[in-house]
């Protein structure tokens, strides 16, 4: 890469898409992929993954218009190195494949400001490996760093705090861009945060890689993990586990009770719909005003084998179902006598339902707002 190239490439990438993308067909596309490479290289540090006992594999995607330039970064095993090098050349099949429009990834790159992500796709090959769900796969590391460095990640950035810590929430999904929008406000205060699932499953001394992150991103509050298994190995310092099973309300409050009026409440436990709605209701009730309630892994709502539906998208006993009505919820006072609805406490509790991708964000808060003025016509008149 000639150093003219690199100027005009750098200069562009903090000026408008269309600068940078002129810049990238004058340069070529592949030359604009290796400046790429350079800036990403020094920030890697991947020689501090010592775990693969296999070659693994990482290919990157980058799209400049009708062209796709491919390289893939092979990590080595036993910690003997890792390289950038053409697509395909390597026996070993690519374990995830990022795809990026190379000038959104130069801009987040080298960018000063950083840039979305928002045409970058992650697609993992053993996606459908079982062992996969509970212990990612070794490359889930190695995308991690890959991500961060594209980013310019630092110590005030969430998805940093996540590859530093191992927490899934980054990488596999794509949770924690959106946990950084919805918490800033309350990453000051000295909050209450209680995470349902602490990880690691059977093993007692397994997971905790969220409980450890939220304790680095809100520096002055106390972060409680209940699990069903026994995780008092992650106490530590601002970090408290508690035991009981999420699906019995009794034992869920009674171990809840001491922790006070939570700030925030993630449930990640058993995903199996029945319990998440049990616990809603159960918990909800103790959140803060002002304080978030969320659920991941929406998926299982869809899905039969955890208490979802195939039937209906809005069945009440799946979590989108309930979702969906705390939508309805949110704008009762709009409501026609055509729609009639039962009223719940909820009504006037919730401030602001967010979803994303297997991810809702409950804001609670007074939601007293009158409803449109009555003689604005509701029903179309008679024709
Ligand atoms: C997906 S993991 C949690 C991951 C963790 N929150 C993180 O982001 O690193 C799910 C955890 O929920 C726990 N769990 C499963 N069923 C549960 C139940 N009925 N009550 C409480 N915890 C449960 C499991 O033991 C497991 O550790």
């Given at each position: 890469?000639?150093?003219?190239?690199?100027?005009?490439?750098v200069?562009?990438?903090?000026?408008?898409?269309?600068?940078?993308?002129?810049?990238?067909?004058?340069?070529?596309?592949?030359?604009?992929?290796?400046?790429l490479?350079?800036?990403?290289?020094?920030?890697?540090?991947?020689?501090e993954?010592?775990?693969?006992?296999q070659?693994?594999?990482?290919?990157?995607?980058?799209?400049?218009?009708?062209?796709?330039?491919?390289?893939?970064?092979v990590?080595?095993?036993?910690?003997?190195g890792?390289?950038?090098?053409?697509?395909?050349?390597?026996?070993?099949?690519?374990?995830?494949?990022?795809?990026?429009?190379?000038?959104?990834a130069?801009?987040?790159t080298?960018?000063?400001?950083g840039?979305?992500?928002?045409?970058?796709?992650?697609?993992?090959?053993?996606?459908?490996?079982f062992?996969?769900?509970?212990?990612?796969?070794?490359?889930?590391?190695?995308?991690?760093?890959?991500?961060?460095a594209?980013?310019?990640?630092?110590?005030?950035?969430l998805?940093a705090?996540?590859?530093?810590?191992?927490?899934?929430?980054?990488g596999?999904?794509?949770?924690?861009?959106?946990?950084?929008r919805?918490?800033?406000?309350?990453?000051?205060?000295p909050?209450?945060l209680l995470e349902?699932?602490?990880?690691?499953?059977?093993?007692?001394?397994g997971?905790?890689?969220?409980?450890?992150m939220?304790?680095?991103?809100?520096?002055?509050?106390?972060?409680?993990?209940?699990?069903?298994?026994?995780?008092?190995?992650?106490?530590e310092g601002?970090i408290?586990?508690?035991l009981?099973?999420?699906a019995?309300?009794?034992?869920?409050?009674?171990?809840?009770?001491?922790?006070?009026?939570?700030?925030?409440?993630i449930d990640?436990?058993s995903?199996?719909?029945?319990?998440?709605?049990?616990t809603?209701?159960?918990?909800?009730?103790?959140l803060?005003?002002?304080g978030?309630?969320?659920?991941?892994?929406?998926?299982?709502?869809?899905?039969?084998?955890?208490?979802?539906?195939?039937?209906?998208?809005?069945?009440?006993?799946?979590?989108?179902?309930?979702?969906k009505?705390?939508?309805d919820?949110?704008?009762?006072?709009?409501?026609t006598?055509?729609?009639?609805?039962?009223?719940s406490?909820?009504?006037?509790?919730?401030?602001?339902?967010?979803?994303?991708?297997?991810?809702?964000?409950?804001?609670?808060?007074?939601?007293?707002?009158p409803?449109a003025?009555?003689?604005?016509?509701?029903?179309?008149p008679?024709?």
């Amino acid at each position: 890469m000639d150093f003219a190239t690199a100027r005009t490439l750098v200069r562009a990438a903090t000026l408008g898409i269309d600068d940078l993308e002129r810049a990238i067909a004058a340069a070529g596309a592949c030359a604009a992929v290796d400046f790429l490479l350079d800036e990403i290289r020094p920030r890697l540090r991947l020689s501090e993954l010592s775990e693969f006992d296999q070659d693994t594999i990482v290919r990157l995607c980058l799209q400049a218009g009708a062209e796709t330039v491919h390289r893939d970064l092979v990590v080595r095993r036993n910690g003997s190195g890792w390289a950038f090098g053409p697509s395909g050349e390597h026996p070993v099949a690519a374990a995830a494949v990022i795809t990026q429009d190379l000038a959104e990834a130069l801009r987040g790159t080298v960018s000063p400001s950083g840039a979305s992500a928002a045409t970058r796709s992650v697609q993992w090959r053993d996606a459908d490996d079982f062992t996969a769900f509970h212990s990612p796969p070794a490359a889930f590391r190695v995308v991690q760093r890959l991500l961060a460095a594209m980013e310019r990640r630092d110590d005030r950035d969430l998805s940093a705090l996540a590859a530093h810590h191992g927490s899934d929430k980054w990488g596999l999904h794509n949770y924690t861009p959106h946990y950084q929008r919805h918490f800033e406000p309350l990453r000051d205060e000295p909050i209450v945060l209680l995470e349902i699932g602490v990880g690691g499953y059977q093993d007692p001394t397994g997971g905790g890689a969220s409980l450890r992150m939220w304790r680095d991103f809100f520096p002055r509050a106390l972060v409680y993990g209940l699990d069903v298994v026994d995780k008092s190995a992650h106490d530590e310092g601002r970090i408290r586990t508690l035991l009981a099973d999420q699906a019995d309300p009794g034992s869920l409050s009674r171990a809840v009770e001491p922790i006070g009026r939570p700030d925030i409440i993630i449930d990640d436990g058993s995903h199996i719909n029945k319990h998440v709605l049990s616990t809603f209701r159960a918990l909800f009730p103790l959140l803060r005003p002002g304080g978030k309630y969320v659920i991941e892994d929406l998926q299982t709502a869809y899905w039969p084998s955890f208490g979802g539906s195939e039937q209906s998208t809005c069945d009440p006993h799946t979590t989108i179902g309930l979702l969906k009505d705390l939508v309805d919820g949110l704008n009762h006072q709009e409501l026609t006598e055509r729609n009639p609805r039962s009223s719940s406490t909820t009504d006037t509790q919730i401030a602001g339902v967010h979803f994303h991708h297997n991810l809702a964000v409950l804001d609670k808060g007074l939601n007293l707002e009158p409803g449109a003025p009555s003689w604005l016509a509701r029903t179309q008149p008679e024709s």
